[in-house]
């Protein structure tokens, strides 16, 4: 069963920059993404919250996987990940989304497979969100980690309205 509660969380361009490269993510000397204040304070921001689970949405999924893309997040915000909206090191399924389906095809399809009562979905990008999941939805265009004030006060509403 999962959560009532749940956060939708990009990765590229919401977490880390968009131009940071798979290989900085897991090369030798890894970014330190983990330790970033913006990180840290999204995680003083869900933590208090009950029945709440994160489900990562990121290209990099298929290529390097969920544990992976997980392990740059700090381990507070880790131990809320309840998945991934792509298939991370597999063969994608046959009869279900092509390979070529981009994060809001994988998005889409597993807000229909969770189905949550409640859900965020903070991304960078208006266009990565299908249409039906807008009002769902915090756009962060320049980055978690240069968010506006007004940005931060939209993710706790959106994050805390009451399930019903």
């Not at 006060?153 to 309205?161: Q, S």
């Amino acid at each position: 069963m999962f959560p009532e509660r749940m956060l939708y969380l990009t990765v590229e361009g919401v977490v880390v920059p968009r131009t940071v490269t798979r290989t900085q993510l897991t090369g030798a000397e890894p970014c330190r993404w983990s330790e970033c204040r913006h990180l840290a304070y999204l995680a003083d921001m869900v933590e208090p919250l009950e029945q709440l689970g994160i489900v990562l949405n990121s290209a990099w999924l298929p290529a390097l996987g969920m544990q992976t893309v997980a392990g740059i997040l700090p381990q507070r915000l880790r131990n809320l990940v309840v998945g991934a909206t792509a298939r991370g090191n597999r063969v994608i399924r046959r009869g279900k989304l092509p390979a070529a389906a981009g994060r809001r095809e994988h998005l889409d399809a597993d807000v229909r497979r969770r189905q949550p009562r409640q859900l965020t979905v903070l991304e960078c990008d208006a266009c990565s969100v299908p249409i039906p999941l807008r009002n769902d939805a915090v756009i962060v265009p320049h980055g978690l980690w240069a968010a506006t004030s007004d940005e931060w006060r939209h993710l706790a509403d959106k994050l805390t309205t009451q399930i019903n």
